[in-house]
């Protein structure tokens, strides 16, 4: 069975740094393209950054970009995404999410984990 | 960056209804165009992919048309299951954007 199980959200001050974990398992993890979406309170989905199977090529939304960081470790079959300098616009719940390759879709997200950044 | 603009915003239909949510691109994405359905609370969840594929476990009331910049899903025959949001995105080129979301509500 598929599972994406993410971790590490918090409340947070503005300012501050967050590492968030997406742990994965139920398939062959590496040749899977990863990604990060977000969705504020009563808002929706909003792109974050995407990851290659390689872990060398990434892609970041313009609002992240410079301050978020997307990683992984096939190793240990997970994904990362360090947030510095968060915003109270961070605010949101952030789902980890898989995707085979090109020409497909996000094919299965997890639970997500949310990050609250205020004073 | 390529805008994603979904009508109607809510959609207040029946059960057994036919629905049809709109999708338009600002630019031609290469027929790179997924639905999925989220629920209160929930992640969302894949539909349809490449415009028309149905994703594996779909039910079949589920389908995707469209190519260049106007796409639609239809639910063939609305169930109280379908109630939810619905959220079209492309991702022919970075960044990925999303459609603002369809809310279908009962009528």
């Known amino acids: 069975e598929v599972q994406l199980l993410e971790s590490g959200g918090a409340l947070v001050q503005p300012g501050g740094s967050l590492r968030l974990s997406c742990a994965a398992s139920?398939?062959?993890?590496?040749?899977?393209?990863m990604a990060w979406v977000r969705q504020a309170p009563a808002k929706g989905l909003e792109w974050v950054s995407t990851?290659?199977?390689?872990?060398?090529?990434?892609?970041?939304a313009d609002s992240v970009k410079g301050r978020f960081t997307i990683s992984r470790d096939n190793s240990k079959n997970t994904m990362y995404l360090q947030m510095n300098s968060l915003r109270a616009e961070d605010t949101a719940v952030y789902y980890c999410?898989?995707?085979f390759g090109y020409g497909y879709a996000l094919d299965y997200w997890g639970q997500g984990t949310l990050v609250t950044v205020s004073s | 960056d390529i805008q994603m603009t979904q009508s109607p915003s809510t959609l207040s239909a029946s059960i057994g209804d036919r629905v049809t949510i709109t999708c338009r691109a600002s630019?031609?994405?290469?027929?790179?165009l997924a639905w999925y359905q989220q629920k209160p609370g929930k992640a969302p969840n894949l539909l349809i992919y490449?415009?028309?594929t149905l994703e594996s476990g779909v039910p079949s009331g589920f389908s995707g048309s469209g190519s260049g910049t106007e796409f639609t899903l239809t639910i063939s025959c609305l169930q109280p299951d379908d109630f939810a949001t619905y959220y079209c995105?492309?991702?022919?080129?970075?960044?990925?954007?999303f459609g603002q979301g369809t809310r279908v509500e009962i009528k």
């Open positions: 139920g398939f062959t993890f590496s040749s899977y393209v």
């Open positions: 490449k415009a028309s």
């Open positions: 999410a898989k995707k």
């Open positions: 990851i290659n199977t390689d872990g060398v090529s990434t892609f970041y």
């Open positions: 630019q031609n994405i290469n027929n790179w």
């Open positions: 995105q492309q991702y022919d080129n970075y960044p990925w954007t």
